[in-house]
């Protein structure tokens, strides 16, 4: 963080502002400190990252802790493990890293938030295509990840290779600090099958990016045409991982432009969509084309008590008799009978 700049995170749970108090302070970044909210709860900075996290708020599944105890303890060798299961599908991993980022659309200049970054090889090609003027925010819940993650970054933002500023925080990705609708686009690959709540972090990731932004999440999980083959049953044999499948219904309904996408020998999956504003348009009260007539709303909200099947066939032939729809032939009698009374 900058000292004296703006802050740009908000309590994770409250959303309300903080304000930043830095302790040390190197070139112009904030090396340690705190972040406090006007309640006085308090986050702190330790090397540069804040740790935007209160356990004792938070409610992880055991499934999320073992994966972040599995996380802190390989994370010295989890580059390895990476680059050896790209060779085992005969992948070529930059090809299919910037082939996933072609799908999130990062605007030059843009802001961009990247969970669970982990070891930052998705990082650095995010950090890349944003270019000069922007800002990519990395979160992950293992300060083992996030810190190996920060130092290639670092590296290269001082070597040149990056242009864009780079902000580092500790944090569940199932409660963002951020403000609603303040980034370009959020991106996450891996972790996310093992989320104590996949539908919350998504909804927080389309939360946090403008409508019209970008929002692309994946993980393992194998086609759904693989899973009774010899090829899927060795993979789900080897790691069970490979069982799950796409979180579709984790997609908040404002999303548009929705796709799938299987990877990486169709055994991992991306969901991608574009941040859109409420439902979709539907216009509930044109009329239906068809014998049935009626509309969307009166199909839903006009349901009569049932009638004997008898009853029914009387109905159908005196509506075609007379060459009106269901819905237009029991609106007219139910009228005319009822103004009778």
């Not at 500023?165 to 990705?173: C, K, L």
Request: negative net charge; aromatic residues 8%.
């Amino acid at each position: 963080m900058k000292a004296g700049a703006a802050v740009p995170y908000r309590c994770p749970y409250t959303q309300q502002p903080l304000t930043l108090e830095a302790t040390e302070v190197v070139d112009g970044d904030v090396v340690s400190g705190t972040l406090r909210t006007a309640e006085g709860f308090v986050y702190k900075i330790e090397g540069g990252v804040p740790l935007l996290i209160d356990f004792d708020r938070e409610s992880l599944a055991p499934p999320a802790l073992k994966e972040l105890a599995f996380y802190e303890a390989e994370a010295k060798s989890y580059d390895a493990t990476v680059e050896w299961v790209f060779d085992s599908f005969y992948e070529d991993e930059d090809r299919v890293r910037e082939g996933m980022l072609d799908l999130l659309r990062v605007p030059r200049g843009g802001t961009v938030l990247e969970t669970g970054c982990g070891t930052g090889r998705d990082s650095i090609r995010i950090a890349r295509r944003i270019g000069s003027g922007g800002c990519l925010y990395l979160q992950d819940l293992s300060p083992g990840m996030l810190g190996i993650g920060k130092a290639k970054v670092d590296a290269l933002s001082r070597a040149g290779g990056i242009g864009c500023e780079v902000e580092y925080f500790t944090g569940n990705a199932e409660t963002l600090p951020f403000a609603d609708g303040t980034l370009d686009a959020a991106f996450h690959f891996g972790g996310i099958n093992i989320f104590s709540d996949q539908r919350k972090a998504v909804a927080e990731m389309a939360r946090v990016v403008k409508k019209g932004g970008r929002v692309v999440f994946g993980d393992e999980g194998l086609a759904p045409w693989l899973r009774e083959t010899e090829y899927g049953r060795i993979l789900m044999r080897s790691s069970p991982l490979y069982e799950h499948e796409p979180p579709l219904d984790a997609v908040p309904a404002p999303a548009r432009d929705v796709s799938v996408h299987w990877i990486i020998g169709n055994a991992y999956y991306l969901i991608a969509f574009t941040v859109g504003e409420g439902e979709l348009p539907l216009n509930l009260d044109l009329p239906i084309v068809g014998r049935r007539g009626g509309t969307h709303r009166t199909r839903y909200y006009g349901a009569l008590e049932g009638v004997t099947p008898q009853t029914k066939d009387l109905v159908l032939e005196a509506a075609a008799r007379e060459g009106l729809s269901i819905h237009e032939w029991l609106e007219r009698t139910l009228s005319e009978s009822l103004r009778k009374r």
